[in-house]
DNA sequence: TAGATTGTTAATCGATTAACAATC
DNA sequence: TAGATTGTTAATCGATTAACAATC
């Protein structure tokens, strides 16, 4: 008897972490009029190993490449978009305004990926009404509403760290399952509610990190 | 015979995207009078486990903790600050100066991690001569001429994606190092230069999969 | 003392890489 | 056909978790 597998397999972290990557690779390679492209192809441009793209495409999409040829582009494009925007539920709202909100309203890239920011909240009367990449940004006091009405789900925290727990606990209140934290601040949710942590400082580590350890090992030489 | 370890040991990645987390908890703690802190009482707060609390702190400091007591919160601080510090080799330039540029020249954590952002430079006339965070925008004309000076390793790429190969290219030719990239592309380097990706629809990607795959939990029960 | 907590060694888990037969 | 490329199974690598003796 054939196997059967729903449509909502578990996808590895990493995995899920290069399918952006992979999509905008796609889509590049499509506008230049390709149809198709090798994982070796894949591999080389983004800096992976072809088994680690053909494990990973294998993941989210049915179609099988062919020897010699490759993968079909649109196809494939499909199949990640499909993930992703199956995944993201669409909806998100964004509280906290400041340059970093103004920089993830004005960010082209959600739209590409099935994401849609669709309420921007700020505390600070100066922003409030003011629109910002096509997002208007409503005042505190509305969160809670347009939260359970439009039934949203994920939520971005860029408000300072002071303010970063309170609006937290304010978007648990109001039926928000996954918080993606940009404050640099650890927030505490209740059992449950997904937290992912989006600190810069915290990747520049890793860079220097590496960049160290790179210098030593030209010492060591 | 003792086994001896240099100063630079390797400190794995998943540990050193940690350190400013502790760093920040630790600060925290400090600043309320707490002298010492169990690696349980971290764990908690952080949602982590003791054990890997334990190994983390470990692995950064010599320090050992005393059982029933925990350890010296400022020789802990102390530890990961230096290595966070030494690691970082402490001067970044950053290259673009819209919303997301200005939001990363007033974020106050660089300091905080022993990072600092020597220069920030930008093609865009309106901007250049300009303040943001203490910190002037340079004209593009001068990025070379800096770099080599100041003698700088790190760069943060926080242009659109049209232009994010040119200004990696640029950083590379000027000795840079270490690369974070901020624009939603992949951009080629040389073997031996390092890039990081910082992009945030990918982790809203991942907010979204683990979203879904707890509904998807849910609805089988 | 008793027991919470440390630090280390071993087991497990997850992800990457290697090996290789199948195939267009 | 020959050989590049696929897809799968097995081996390796790295990180987390479990187990437990040491100790304050």
Not at 41 to 53: E, G, Y
Not at 70 to 88: H, P, R, V, W
Not at 98 to 123: E, P, R, V, W
């Amino acid at each position: 008897m054939e196997e059967f597998h729903s449509d909502k397999r578990l996808i590895s972290r990493q995995t899920v972490l290069r399918l952006p990557r992979y999509l905008r690779f796609l889509k590049a390679l499509s506008d230049e009029g390709e149809r198709t492209v090798s994982a070796t192809v894949i591999a080389n441009s983004l800096s992976l190993t072809p088994i680690q793209v053909r494990k990973d495409l294998a993941s989210v999409s049915r179609i099988s490449g062919k020897p010699r040829v490759g993968f079909a582009i649109g196809e494939l494009m499909a199949d990640i978009e499909n993930y992703l925007g199956y995944n993201s539920m669409d909806q998100v709202v964004l509280v906290g305004v400041g340059n970093l909100g103004k920089a993830l309203l004005s960010y082209k890239g959600f739209h590409k990926y099935g994401m849609h920011i669709a309420a921007a909240f700020d505390a600070n009367s100066e922003v409030i009404g003011r629109t910002f990449g096509g997002n208007k940004v409503h005042p505190m006091g509305k969160f809670y509403e347009v939260c359970n009405k439009a039934n949203i789900r994920i939520g971005i925290i860029a408000v300072p760290e002071t303010a970063a727990q309170a609006v937290c606990d304010l978007m648990v209140r109001s039926g928000i399952l996954a918080i993606m934290n940009m404050a640099p601040v650890h927030v505490n949710v209740p059992p449950g509610i997904l937290v992912e942590n989006e600190n810069i400082a915290t990747t520049l580590a890793l860079l220097a990190r590496d960049l160290s350890q790179k210098i030593d090992d030209k010492e060591k030489k």
